[in-house]
């Protein structure tokens, strides 16, 4: 290869790695789509005080219109419902009887009188759906009192000692209000003892403690009731389940 053919070759690719080269500035200035977008939207902002004034402002509520918001959607029921159940052979286990009977040392019961007079608290029972709205049904400070109450099962181990709970129960729920002027516990529980047994059980306790019970039926329902003297009243709704033990409401106040 002769000198002049070599240089004609060294021209042509010095020609070639120049056009791979950077940009030229006026393709570098060349805006692209989103540049000019933002370039667009920050010019009519600035030309625009009201616009900028809406974009840049806070968001208002109007706190009166807050509570019609989604006016249409499902909401939570405004008491709980308790999906507790007691075992359906509560009464029928080999041990449970003999537990639910025993008697405390120097303990002698005295029995219940027969059952009197209309049961109204049997009707109200049973149109109240949750222990709140059975202690809202008593009405006076009862009723008030319920308006306020939380449920847990740990109010089942704040009842009076007055009125406890039977021996062997076995709590499915609970609840209570304490404060401004409030002492309310309210218990659903379920025990394998009949339900003769509970009535002569409680009736002692209450008595003992100061409380004239009075005793009420309407149909398999039974309601021992008292007040005492100086403030305090219970009441123990009774059930007799299949199995032979016993389902009980059982509500204090005061104490």
Not at 8 to 33: F, I, M, R, Y
């Amino acid at each position: 290869m002769d000198l002049m053919t070599r240089f004609l070759l060294s021209a042509l690719l010095v020609l070639a790695l120049a056009g791979c080269g950077d940009q030229t500035p006026e393709q570098s200035a060349a805006p692209g789509p989103a540049a000019a977008v933002t370039s667009t939207a920050a010019s009519s902002a600035a030309a625009d005080p009201a616009l900028t004034a809406a974009l840049r402002d806070q968001i208002m509520v109007d706190p009166s219109l807050v509570q019609q918001a989604n006016a249409d959607t499902v909401r939570p029921p405004t008491q709980p419902q308790s999906g507790a159940l007691p075992p359906v052979d509560i009464a029928a286990a080999a041990h449970a009887q003999p537990a639910a009977l025993a008697a405390s040392p120097g303990e002698a019961l005295r029995s219940a009188p027969a059952a009197t007079g209309e049961c109204r608290q049997c009707a109200i029972a049973r149109r109240s759906l949750t222990l709140g709205a059975l202690a809202e049904a008593q009405g006076g400070r009862t009723g008030q009192c319920a308006a306020n109450v939380d449920y847990s099962a740990g109010w089942a181990n704040r009842l009076p000692r007055e009125v406890p709970l039977y021996p062997d129960a076995r709590v499915t729920e609970a609840a209570g209000a304490d404060g401004q002027g409030c002492a309310l516990r309210v218990v659903s529980f379920s025990s394998a003892a009949p339900m003769q047994r509970l009535l002569d059980w409680y009736y002692t306790k209450s008595g003992d403690a100061g409380y004239t019970a009075q005793h009420q039926a309407d149909g398999a329902e039974h309601v021992l009731a008292g007040n005492r003297r100086g403030g305090g009243s219970f009441l123990a709704l009774m059930r007799a389940r299949q199995d032979g033990g016993t389902d009980v409401d059982l509500m204090a106040d005061g104490g």
